[in-house]
């Protein structure tokens, strides 16, 4: 079996994937861009080097890409691809753009439900569908006006947060713990050079959790949950230490999210948990494409790569138990996070990746300086 991950910027999780990707029978090859971290992996069979930050030349490239790797599969592993992806497809269907007719149900196979894409494009919008179908959320409202976070804090108190309707990595994201704090940032968020939508949040602490999964036509394939232990930078920033955990409300989250939106791939709920057990959660939001992690899993319970094989080629696919309670430290990110963490001790470093190893060493060093 053949797949193409398509990526952007310098991110783990695409550069990290292809090894697992091989060692689970795929041939693999990438979009990408010049300089991003998957370009330096040795588990890449063929590069295609994109013009990733212009849409139009980038899906013109990505066509090309298509047509000549011939993928059973389609990962887009960053939050523009998806959009890219979803783009894509729209174009074909509406007979913009051509497509043969096998790599059009690859793509279709690839990606969302057009009936509901918009909501990958709204935090807002995606938690209050899924409020619906009975998932439960912090109390949020739409921010228009000094009002709507007026009326907001006298129904629900402080701590808020103020939060937009389109991110990830926590950016943009802002902590209001007082009245003064929350007009300082309203007068950002509202008006600003560059407004854009955001609601207001209950903000209910810093323990959160996070769902990983695996999703064909709708349906959970597999999953592994993990409690955030220490992220950065900050508390909104991604995650760089996890603990493996079990929580029945995260898994019913994620089964309700992939049902809506017809889920085709890898995706990352995160989640308010109310204590270390994390079965009570609260959903946050959803990252509809691959963690920086997915391929620690295979030792903890899951092989993400295996399933997407399996599920892709018509193969029936078991939940294996996952091994609970067990700490991973995510390299290098913990090591930028803490040099002297005593997490790294076993933490997932690369081994035999040389010219990814190389280019980690060097952003820990580089960490090292700034500290």
């Known amino acids: 079996m053949r797949v193409l991950l398509v990526s952007q910027w310098k991110w783990h999780g695409p550069a990290r994937f292809p090894k697992a990707l091989k060692e689970a029978?795929?041939?693999?090859?990438?979009?990408?861009?010049?300089?991003?971290?998957?370009?330096?992996?040795?588990?890449?069979?063929?590069?295609?080097?994109?013009?990733?930050?212009?849409?139009?030349?980038?899906?013109?490239?990505?066509?090309?890409?298509?047509?000549?790797?011939?993928?059973?599969?389609?990962?887009?592993?960053?939050?523009?691809?998806v959009l890219a992806g979803q783009e894509l497809r729209r174009l074909v269907e509406s007979n913009q753009a051509k497509l043969s007719s096998r790599m059009v149900e690859t793509l279709r196979s690839s990606t969302f439900d057009p009936a509901h894409e918009g909501l990958l494009h709204s935090k807002f919008d995606l938690l209050e569908a899924l409020k619906e179908r009975g998932v439960r959320i912090p109390a949020q409202r739409e921010l228009n006006t000094l009002s709507d976070a007026d009326s907001f804090v006298q129904e629900h108190g402080y701590p808020v947060l103020l939060k937009p309707d389109f991110g990830f990595a926590g950016s943009g994201i802002m902590f209001c713990h007082t009245e003064e704090e929350l007009l300082k940032n309203l007068n950002k968020v509202l008006f600003g050079k560059n407004r854009q939508r955001y609601a207001i949040q209950k903000y209910l602490g810093n323990k959160t959790a996070l769902i990983e999964f695996v999703a064909k036509d709708g349906k959970v394939l597999c999953h592994q949950s993990a409690q955030r232990m220490h992220t950065h930078p900050g508390e909104t920033g991604p995650v760089t230490v996890l603990r493996t955990v079990e929580s029945t409300e995260m898994l019913k989250a994620a089964e309700a999210m992939c049902d809506l939106l017809r889920y085709n791939g890898i995706g990352v709920p995160q989640f308010v948990v109310e204590d270390d057990s994390c079965e009570s959660a609260l959903l946050l939001e959803l990252n509809p494409r691959m963690s920086h992690f997915p391929h620690v899993w295979a030792k903890y319970g899951n092989n993400f790569?295996?399933?997407?094989?399996?599920?892709?080629?018509?193969?029936?696919?078991?939940?294996?138990?996952?091994?609970?309670?067990?700490?991973?430290?995510?390299?290098?990110?913990?090591?930028?996070?803490?040099?002297?963490?005593?997490?790294?001790?076993?933490?997932?470093?690369?081994?035999?990746?040389?010219?990814?190893?190389?280019?980690?060493?060097?952003?820990?060093?580089?960490a090292a300086q700034t500290s």
């Open 25 to 81: 029978g795929f041939e693999v090859a990438a979009v990408c861009g010049k300089g991003e971290w998957i370009a330096n992996t040795r588990y890449v069979d063929k590069f295609y080097l994109a013009p990733t930050w212009e849409e139009r030349p980038f899906l013109e490239f990505l066509i090309v890409a298509i047509e000549s790797w011939h993928p059973d599969l389609i990962l887009f592993a960053t939050d523009n691809m």
């Open 305 to 366: 790569a295996e399933t997407l094989r399996k599920g892709w080629s018509g193969e029936s696919v078991v939940q294996n138990p996952p091994r609970l309670g067990e700490t991973i430290a995510l390299w290098p990110q913990e090591a930028i996070r803490d040099p002297e963490s005593s997490y790294l001790a076993n933490a997932d470093f690369v081994t035999d990746d040389p010219g990814l190893r190389a280019i980690y060493d060097g952003e820990v060093a580089r």
